[in-house]
């Protein structure tokens, strides 16, 4: 699957709620972020592995189980960030490409890369932390994904109207009949992404 990452700061674009000190990466516009036929990695688990080397950390079935827990804290809405390498019931985050197994369903397996999508854009410095103390007045460089930092909504085919979603909750919560088969197999989310915000 490829994708498409695009910015719509959309409380900017309507000039609500959102001071002008409150912009931590600069987006004020409907923009084109990224796309993956133009990443070579995406394509190519051997090339991912190589600018992303702490994968062979976690390339191990003790750290595979781990995830585990995170997929339990993420039912609560609470993805544990220490665990970097997990996106919940989705499965592991490495490779930061585009292939796996599938099988898993339409709805897991977008979900999960979207979440690499993610963790790929944090890794290269083309996302950037927007929570926390160190973020409150401008955005930090963080290569980890903060998981945390991050709700998801689906968008298309039968959008997710009622509550948003964390990294790696099950998708029996959210997820049932959201696809249309045969017409509806290419999801769109809306990520929403927590800002901290100075007041000065």
């Given amino acids: 699957m490829h994708y498409h990452f695009y910015a719509f700061p959309l409380l900017a674009l ?21 796309f993956s036929e133009l990443d070579p990695t995406w394509n190519n688990d051997e090339l991912a592995f190589f600018t992303n080397p702490e994968a062979a950390a976690v390339a191990n079935p003790i750290a595979a189980a781990t995830c585990t827990a995170d997929a339990a804290s993420s039912l609560t809405g609470k993805p544990l960030k220490q665990l970097f390498w997990c996106a919940g019931s989705w499965g592991t985050l490495y490779p930061l490409s585009g292939h796996q197994n599938g099988g898993k369903g339409v709805i897991r397996d977008s979900s999960l890369l979207t979440a690499r999508v ?40 039968v959008p997710e109207t009622h509550s948003a979603h964390v990294i790696g909750e099950l998708a029996l919560n959210w997820g049932i009949a959201k696809i249309i088969p045969a017409v509806g197999q290419d999801p769109i989310y809306t990520i929403w992404r927590w800002n901290d915000c100075c007041t000065h």
């Fill in 14 to 34: 309507l000039e609500l709620f959102v001071r002008p000190n409150c912009n931590p990466d600069g987006y004020m516009d409907l923009d084109v972020l990224y």
């Fill in 118 to 157: 993610l963790a790929a854009l944090h890794r290269r410095g083309l996302s950037w932390r927007t929570m926390g103390a160190d973020a409150l007045c401008k955005g930090v460089i963080d290569p980890l994904l903060p998981k945390t930092q991050y709700q998801f909504t689906l968008l298309h085919p």
